[in-house]
């Protein structure tokens, strides 16, 4: 290798410094320099969290080999907060409390500078289009946009710079005030350290081998050639668990990485622990595994069909969990209402797409104690599985939480941590592993494919009289939270209504998919996109308006739920009224509108997507020449 | 992951002939990059090992930009965030600066390279109906000597060009059309980022009275394998009188345009809109008589 002499001016001092000519820009800040408050979210030009600026100009650093930035003059987000001050554009943020998980918001808050460099009067509109290369999962980019226009009208002088402190709240008057968050500073400036960014000396870099196969059987795992490649320190395999493998967070299932068969495409199989990721990387490339395929089962209704791939030998019938629920007598309900109608839904899996990839790091302290640290959504439990995987007592394992760069449900799975506890128990060093957005995405947990057939039967007057729903969910090769999930989806299946007659049925199916898991709602949507849809579809057999069956329907203050709950206050009839003045709602059956829409032209309804707002003044000016 | 030994950056033309000659089967032109690290990912083609990389985008002749009344020369490194910074560039070639909006977003077209797009041949890539609608010239230069050939030549596919082994596209030559009014229409998954489905340029000069059609240029791309003008319309469009019915008769032509293999009638109902709804801008911006086009007519492609 050929190592690049890189001169440059690097937030504001001079860096003469060798770098390997592969690395990107990104790289040489993060890996070399230490400059962490940019991110990698994708590393392939998507998301925005490595903008840094280049000669003055916003660049996405994971786009763009080292070499480029020879003699060049480079800013990160680091640059912003000179001595710790905050930049009118930071403070801003913090006040209009534009940074949730704060992954994207480095990046975020460089693209707003570069937006209000190039336009200082951008409008709204055109604030939304610098800022396009910029993805944000938790906010939803309101306070964003919120807090780039108070920036902006503060730099010209619009607002007193006061604007950006203010405060709603008195002391310990907080319920329904906007508070500021304390985290914001740390989140805007680019301080906070998220896993990926922690270093340790005398740090390995961990890579993972993944199973390219849906379902096989592992015939033999040879290392030998990986671990005869200099740099690497580790290799290992479930043949190397100390106590007794299995996680999940209802059944036990998983092993820390695949033992005897694959179930699913990304498993992991070896994980190899190096003195950087290059290295690692070519070793996990020279492990041969020896494979032997099984038949794979990919759809949840023939995997409940007999003579079907049993992805698990203790649920021979692939069933991970089957909840059901029994109210009054259905067949009844049906045979008293005027209307029955049944309708089959699907919902797809989706990936959660939060911005920080998986990353941990993991080191046994002075005292023993086997350390993990992860954006783990749940480390008590993570803490006593592993003490039973790894054999130890639960004294000698701790768990720590980072800074969670969102998780929507998809940090709850211990689903990497095994792997670094037993390479640092191996190698008596710090590891560490961060995911690259691929690996995220293909070997971690999605939100559940639902099928689902609901016959519901309703009188003449709207009120519903029986539902029957019958819900199958791809839980993919893994138990995960599958259980809870069809738990939570059948509690909530039939909504906030009342009816008498209930008979409902929730199934989790082992499948050689990828895992699904926990996901905002965590099973609620998939019954509840069907029970929703249908009371729209009968409120338009019946001549009803959507919301008035609803109403006819409600719970209200007192009720008791279809689990026997009893319910104090039920706020569903202020939803109802607040959701149809919020959407311009025009009464009436679904068949009773023309072929106008008059809730759409207002002006809290958005356009349709277009871009171009930068030009908006030249194509005044051209309408009035 | 894009791992290589060597990564050199030659100044001038000469010594990155010099390069490819003394690294023969063993390098990899890159400008940009931002087409050719993101193909070195999972998914795509995985870690690649290349010797060599050798990066054209400081030599000079290739960062040229000559424009003129009647011709633009663009060198292949122009980046394509300049035909929203260099106003000049953006009056010879009007479509263009609303295909740059379009393109990416601010950041990444700050180093994708015009040369980068069309040597790269995505049957999605933004700038080549524009290109073809000013009749592009491509310049190609070797150690041996240069030769020129028609961009619609050029491209022969997916991916696929004429681009020989030691060769370089240096620049492009382009018809200039000051004076006339531009746009472009794409549609992808969502605003920014985003690869097209359907992309069309277009070009409209109106007579003094914004009211006849002088001339137009239209190509669409995202639809078939290479981008394709849209001759057929331009000769029914030209010398007539700019009028909705008229636009919409264009739009209607049977050319049987969509030759994608997905989403098919999705695409038909696109460029349809797109025709009607991209020469109507292009029209308002050459100076069309608000007489021209009535106000139905941009309400339903507004
Ligand atoms: C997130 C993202 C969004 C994108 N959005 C768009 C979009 O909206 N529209 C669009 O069209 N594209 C888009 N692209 C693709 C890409 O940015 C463009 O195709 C860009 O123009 C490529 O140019 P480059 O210089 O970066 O290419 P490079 O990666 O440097 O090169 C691409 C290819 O061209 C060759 N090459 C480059 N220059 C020369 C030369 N002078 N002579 C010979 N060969 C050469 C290289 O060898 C390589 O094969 C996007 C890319 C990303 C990552
Ligand atoms: S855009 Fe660079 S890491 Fe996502
Ligand atoms: S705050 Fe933007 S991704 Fe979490």
Redesign the interface.
């Known amino acids: 290798?050929?190592d690049?002499r890189l001169n440059a001016t690097i937030n504001g001092r001079k860096v003469s410094r060798d770098a390997k000519?592969?690395l990107?820009l990104l790289d040489f800040l993060r890996d070399d320099l230490n400059l962490t408050g940019n991110k990698e979210g994708c590393?392939?030009?998507?998301c925005?969290t490595c903008?840094v600026f280049v000669d003055g100009?916003?660049?996405?650093s994971?786009?763009?080999?080292v070499?480029?930035a020879?003699g060049a003059t480079v800013d990160t987000i680091e640059s912003l907060a000179k001595s710790g001050e905050l930049s009118v554009l930071q403070k801003a943020f913090h006040k209009a409390g534009a940074s949730q998980c704060g992954y994207c918001i480095p990046g975020m808050v460089m693209?707003a500078t570069?937006a209000l460099r190039?336009n200082p009067f951008a409008d709204r509109e055109e604030i939304k289009?610098?800022l396009?290369?910029n993805i944000c999962r938790c906010t939803g980019y309101q306070k964003i946009f919120d807090a780039v226009e108070l920036a902006r009208d503060v730099q010209n002088g619009r607002l007193p710079s006061t604007a950006l402190l203010e405060t709603d709240t008195a002391d310990g008057d907080v319920i329904g005030k906007s508070v500021r968050r304390i985290d914001a500073p740390s989140k805007v400036s680019g301080r906070l350290k998220y896993a990926g960014d922690m270093i340790m000396p005398g740090m390995l870099h961990v890579q993972v081998l993944r199973s390219p196969h849906a379902h096989a059987r592992i015939v033999s795992i040879d290392t030998s050639a990986a671990l005869a490649i200099a740099g690497v320190e580790s290799v290992i395999t479930s043949a190397d668990v100390p106590g007794k493998d299995g996680f999940g967070v209802f059944v036990h299932d998983q092993p820390i990485m695949a033992r005897d068969k694959v179930r699913y495409v990304g498993e992991a199989v070896a994980a190899v622990a190096a003195e950087d990721a290059?290295t690692a990387?070519r070793a996990v490339?020279a492990i041969k595994v020896v494979y032997e395929p099984l038949a794979p089962v990919f759809d949840p209704d023939e995997a409940m069909r007999e003579g079907a791939a049993i992805v698990h030998d203790y649920a021979p019938d692939n069933i991970t969990k089957h909840i059901p629920i029994r109210v009054g007598d259905v067949e009844a309900g049906f045979a008293e209402s005027d209307l029955v109608i049944e309708e089959n839904y699907s919902t797809q899996a989706i990936e959660h797409a939060y911005l920080e990839p998986e990353a941990g790091l993991a080191y046994i302290d002075h005292d023993d104690v086997v350390t993990v640290v992860s954006p783990s959504q749940n480390i008590t439990h993570h803490r006593h599985m592993l003490a039973r995987i790894i054999a130890k007592p639960i004294s000698k394992v701790r768990f720590i939480m980072s800074p969670v760069g969102g998780g929507f449900g998809g940090k709850e799975d211990m689903i990497y941590q095994g792997m670094l506890a037993l390479l640092a128990m191996k190698t008596m060093r710090p590891v560490r592993l961060v995911y690259?957005r691929?690996?995220s995405i293909?070997s971690t947990a999605k939100r559940h494919p639902s099928r689902t057939t609901l016959r519901m039967g309703v009188t003449r007057d709207g009120r519903i009289k029986a539902l029957a729903m019958r819900m199958v969910c791809d839980g993919g090769a893994y138990g995960l939270s599958t259980e809870g999930v069809m738990r939570k989806a059948a509690i909530l299946a039939a909504g906030p209504y009342n009816i008498p007659n209930v008979r409902i049925d929730t199934f989790g199916i082992y499948t050689n998919n990828t895992p699904s898991g926990a996901f905002r709602s965590f099973g609620a949507l998939q019954t509840q996109f069907a029970t929703e849809s249908h009371l729209d579809i009968i409120a338009e057999r019946l001549g009803l308006d959507p919301f008035e069956i609803r109403r006819i329907n409600a719970m209200r203050d007192g009720a008791t739920t279809h689990t026997k709950q009893k319910l104090g206050s039920v706020s569903l009839m202020r939803a109802l009224d607040a959701a149809e003045q919020a959407s311009n709602w025009e009464a009436g059956a679904p068949t009773v509108r023309g072929p106008t829409r008059g809730d759409l032209g207002h002006d809290d309804v958005r356009p349709s997507?277009?871009?171009?707002a930068?030009?908006a003044a030249d194509?005044k000016q051209?309408?009035a020449? | 992951m894009l791992i290589c030994d060597e990564y050199v950056t030659p100044g001038t033309l000469a010594e990155a002939f010099a390069a490819m000659e003394r690294h023969r089967g063993r390098y990899r032109v890159v400008a940009g990059c931002t087409d050719t690290l993101p193909w070195a990912r999972e998914g795509r083609a995985g870690d690649v090992e290349i010797p060599v990389l050798i990066d054209v985008s400081k030599i000079p002749e290739l960062n040229e930009r000559q424009v003129g009344d009647k011709r633009v020369r663009l060198g292949a490194a122009t980046p394509i965030q300049r035909f929203l910074d260099d106003a000049a560039l953006g009056r010879a070639m009007p479509a263009m600066p609303r295909c740059a909006v379009w393109f990416a977003d601010d950041q990444i077209r700050a180093q994708a390279t015009l040369g980068g797009n069309v040597v790269n041949a995505s049957p999605a890539a933004d700038a080549t109906p524009c290109l073809e609608a000013h009749d592009a010239v491509v310049e190609l230069a070797s150690a041996k000597g240069k030769r020129n050939m028609a961009l619609r030549e050029f491209i022969t596919g997916p991916g696929k060009t004429q681009l020989a082994e030691g060769e370089l596209v240096t620049g492009f030559d382009c018809d200039a059309f000051p004076g006339y009014g531009g746009s472009f229409e794409k549609v992808g998954h969502r605003r920014s980022l985003v690869i097209s489905v359907v992309c069309l340029a277009v070009m409209v000069k109106l007579d003094r009275d914004g009211l006849t059609i002088e001339d137009t240029r239209l190509a669409i791309a995202g639809i078939r394998p290479v981008p394709r003008r849209l001759r057929e319309i331009e000769d029914h469009l030209r010398g007539k009188r700019l009028t909705g019915a008229l636009l919409e008769e264009a739009a209607d032509m049977p050319l049987d345009l969509v030759q994608s293999r997905t989403r098919q009638e999705y695409r038909r109902d696109v460029v349809r809109g797109f025709l009607v709804r991209g020469l109507i801008a292009a029209a308002k911006r050459a100076g069309a008589s608000p007489d021209a086009l009535t106000q139905e007519l941009e309400a339903a492609y507004g």
Not at chain 1, 57 to 60: H, Q, Y
Not at chain 1, 62 to 65: E, F, I, T, V
Not at chain 1, 609 to 612: E, I, N, R
């Open positions: 290798m050929v690049i000519p592969h990107r590393g392939a030009g998507e925005g903008s100009v916003l660049m996405k994971c786009l763009m080999p070499a480029k020879q693209a570069a190039a289009e610098r396009g290369g290059l990387k490339a690259t691929e690996e293909i997507v277009t871009l171009g930068r030009f194509d051209e309408a020449e």
